[in-house]
């Protein structure tokens, strides 16, 4: 049995140890909001915080975070900055498919807690991870930017 | 009052709707609508229209409540097209955007063919085009309804009335919501005419509206069809041949079936599927599997000789597309020739929701619950391997994660459905990424091999192009028309912006055999704008004038084109001189309806690295329904291809597609991301397509931008070849 803390709910499963995050949340918890999108750490749809700090679900063994608090975009709006990141994410008509936009929130999310108010270099670097195939960037650059300035005033 | 009485009624009107009145037909459409009640009846039945009249509501339902239903012809797969349509119908309805909601129209071709496409799609740039018309005719026409029931119900003359969000208005302080009407409405004849509003008159169209599929894409609530969850359902995944064309010789399932969640193993004849509880088991099952495949005649074939044998035909003669003038005298005659020949690669998809389809099979029928572009062509296939009739398999169609022409092609969907009829049970299948990438439908690899007539001063007379590639047109619908001509491929190059004397356009059909071919976003307008374009920057060049004089100076019969090149050259300060080590580029077409013009301004780094500075764009794509969207489309789109452009290549080793992943075939990431500043042209013109103008124009920008900024010409994509990269 592993035993997993998820958007503040605890679960006692019975999963294999080697079983992808990712698959835990989506096909046994029925949290289908975070996405497959490569299965390798190369896209980024799968992010999710494993205590605030956005990680590659698709290839985070299950049995690796045991006991440790995972967040998904089902509960990350729950958090006033991430729904700052989510309101913004609307304003700035950011989504297109959307098929990515949960991996995206969750990483700008953990980006700007780390860096309330990021330069463009720290969000080239904090969101080079995930890939939007309808390439929103532009406007996802500007919406963190957004929340960033929102926290400075 | 019976559906029966109703239905007879509405006959009787029906048969009288298709004269034409005040320059409008409405018999193609018959956009009556019907309260959401015998709606919900008929949606049970299979799709409406089973008993009430062909067409009667096959857009526009209203409920008791007055919420509006549009149902809408064009799916949702990012372009906003859900958004574009709901204000189209509420800008006639009279209501307001926040009532509408929006209902994705079941497989019927005779109700929701594409006026230009002339199938039931969502492709081509053409939902705006296509919805205007019939959209707007079904909200104008339900008001009406609506408006003469309620004067009906207060004894008042229609004319005293009017509608405005949602309610009718009529002397006094009578009023009447629709939702109260809808009833008395949907018994009465459909109005004799109808006539729309002028631009001017639009209080909806043409201003920024918020999505309305976007509020639940940003929670994690939106459920693309990867998402879905059904009773009983399990999970499936599948491998197939790595060859295309190979089949499955034998499979050892034993060890795959003691993975834990692992229920079945099936097989068919170039692939074999494991079904499990979840995702992560299926795959396990997958690589429990030892899988022995005939990989067919394809496996000996590999690049090189798929290149050679492409370059070769680009010298044939094929068939001729286009010819006006005599080009072979003006060649002869030219104080100079010049020639060039271009070439784009093979290309994928790779939308990010990989290949998914929810299918359930049963002996008396069949659901798929899948996102498809062609729901007609999906509930045809499903037929076809189960031996349904059609109407026996309903198609639920979903948001779509992504598409860019993939799920034009319905492969995936028959492999769920043949999975699915071995099983008791309904299954989701999802390709892994691996899957979907070396089992894409691709984008041919073309060569245009251009050559043109110059008079002395530089000026072309005349050119010769030709068209050298596999025909997508033809792995498409089965064949070419008796003329040889892919209509597609030839697109643009046969109606080039650019007055000529003389004009031949040759169209070669080269198959490679050991990939399909499909629609990839842009599809024939995509690849003969890189060539035209770039071979115009170069005559341009060669002539020793500027680029943009030199186009003008031949588009006179062209004035919107000419305008959007003017407006993305002065946007882009085209006329300020850039340090050396720098330049720009620019591109114009005229494409899906639309005029669209780019600027790239790079600037050349160390070892082959450049850094786009700029990314300029203009576009007239007529009256515009929604600036958000078309703003957003020209961005995205515009990257999408500055994407493939850069970095993108399916190559053949031994019959098998070499990229299987994101790390080997790299995407556009959010640092090598310019921003894009779009200037739209306001217009009355009729509304052109928008969704894949942007990509269509990068790439001939991109190239010519790096022609000027470092003088290297490049005649191939994408620039990774050359050793570019972004930085």
Known sequence: MIQLSVNGERYELDVPADMPLLWVVRDVLGLTGTKFGCGIAQCGACTVHLDGEAVRSCVLPVGAVAGRAVTTIEAVGESALGSQVQQAWLEHEVVQCGYCQSGQIMSATALLQRQPNPSDAEIDAGMAGNICRCATYTRIRAAIKDVGKGDQA | MSRQSRQVSRRGFLKGSGAVMGGLVLSTWLPGFIPDSV???????GRLGDQTPRGYGAYVRVGHD?????ISPKIEMGQGAHTGIAMMLAEELEVRLADVSVEDAPPDAELYTDSIMQFQATGGSTSTRHAWQPLREAGATARLLLIQAAAQRWSVDPAQCEAREGVVYGPGDRQAGYGELVDLASTLPLPASITLKTPDQFRLIGTPARRIDTPNKVNGKAKFTIDLQVPDMLVASSLACPVYGGTLK?????????????????TLDNA?????????????????????????????ISSPELDAALQKASSADGVVAHSSGDVAAALEAASSRFEAVYEQAFLSHSPLEPMTCVAHVRPDGCDLWV???VPVFAQQTAASITGLKPEQVVVHNQLIGGAFGRRLDYDFIAQAVAIARQVSYPIKLIWSREEDMTHDMYRPHYVDRLT?????DGKPQGWQHRIAGASVLARYVGSLPASGVDA???????????????LQVNYIREEPKVIPVSWWRGVGPLRSTLAVECFIDELAHNAGKDPVDYRLALMDKHPRAQAVLKLAAEKADWQTPLPVGQGRGIAVSAVFGSFVATVVELEMQADKGIRIKRLVSAIDCGLVTNPTSVLAQIEGGTLFGLSASLFNEITIEQGQVQQRNFNTYRQLRIGEAPG???????????????????TALIGPALLNALAAASGERLRRLPLSRAGYFPV
């Not at chain 2, 709606?39 to 039945?45: G, I, R, V, Y």
């Open chain 2, 371 to 373: 996102g498809t572009q």
């Open chain 2, 250 to 266: 034998s499979v050892d399932a034993s060890a795959a079936r003691q993975v834990p969640g692992v229920r079945d193993v099936v």
């Open chain 2, 488 to 502: 597609d491929a030839v697109e643009v190059a046969i109606d080039p912006l650019y007055a000529l004397d003389s």
């Open chain 2, 272 to 300: 074999v599927a494991v079904t499990a509880t979840n995702y992560w088991a299926c795959q396990q099952g997958l690589k429990a599997l030892k899988i022995e495949w005939d990989l067919g005649e394809n496996a000996s």
């Open chain 2, 66 to 70: 007055g919420k509006v239903t549009v």
């Open chain 2, 676 to 694: 894009v500043e779009v200037h739209i042209v306001p217009s009355t013109e009729s509304p052109g397509g928008v969704g894949e103008t942007g």
């Open chain 2, 452 to 456: 043109a007539a110059l008079d002395a």
């Open chain 2, 39 to 45: 709606a919900a009846e008929a949606t049970a039945a």
